[in-house]
């Protein structure tokens, strides 16, 4: 959904919205049906909590991330005029989210500027902090299509309780 000009000159701009959601039946927890809205926000608007971790960064920075996700609502409202009633929670992030959990500069939707110096350890992991969590693809322990191979034959044997990485630098395959 690309908006027109009053929305894009407001602060931060939202120069569009990318709306997707599960079918009937596909939610998991048996909760009701989700939607889920992104759009690209440049990360200077957040930039006052960028020294901040995480789940620590205040009500005021609360607060701008859910009056974004509130005119995001508001964006979609124009072609659902019923969504608003609909809500029950809200979850919202920010670029400072996606850096903070992927290490993307500013945040950035499309991968990380790729190093030398910043592989394995220093990239994002394929295991993060939230059980049965992964990540799998280019930006994730090595870049490239054959670190996209590599990474997901791990992502699958991390899955399945095993240990392929750690079996090949100990050389103690089967």
């Known amino acids: 959904m690309l908006l027109g000009e009053e929305e894009a000159a407001r602060e931060p701009p939202i120069p569009m919205v990318l709306v997707s959601g599960p079918g009937e039946g596909e939610t998991e927890d048996g909760g009701g049906p989700r939607l889920e809205a992104l759009t690209f926000l440049e990360p200077s608007p957040f930039s006052a909590w960028s020294d901040r971790p995480v789940m620590k960064r205040g009500p005021e920075y609360e607060s701008r991330k859910l009056e974004m996700a509130r005119r995001m609502i508001g964006i979609i409202a124009r072609v659902e005029p019923e969504l608003p009633g609909l809500v029950t929670e809200i979850y919202a992030s920010t670029p400072l989210t996606a850096e903070w ?29 939230f059980k049965n969590l992964f990540f799998t693809g280019h930006s994730i322990t090595m870049p490239g299509i054959c670190g996209v191979f590599i990474n997901a034959f791990d992502t699958c044997d991390m899955i399945r309780g095993g240990d392929l990485f750690g079996a090949v630098a100990r050389k103690d395959l089967p």
């Open 101 to 129: 959990y992927t290490k993307s500069e500013g945040g950035g939707a499309f991968g990380i500027s790729h190093d030398v110096g910043q592989q394995w350890i220093e990239r994002p992991q394929t295991r993060v902090f």
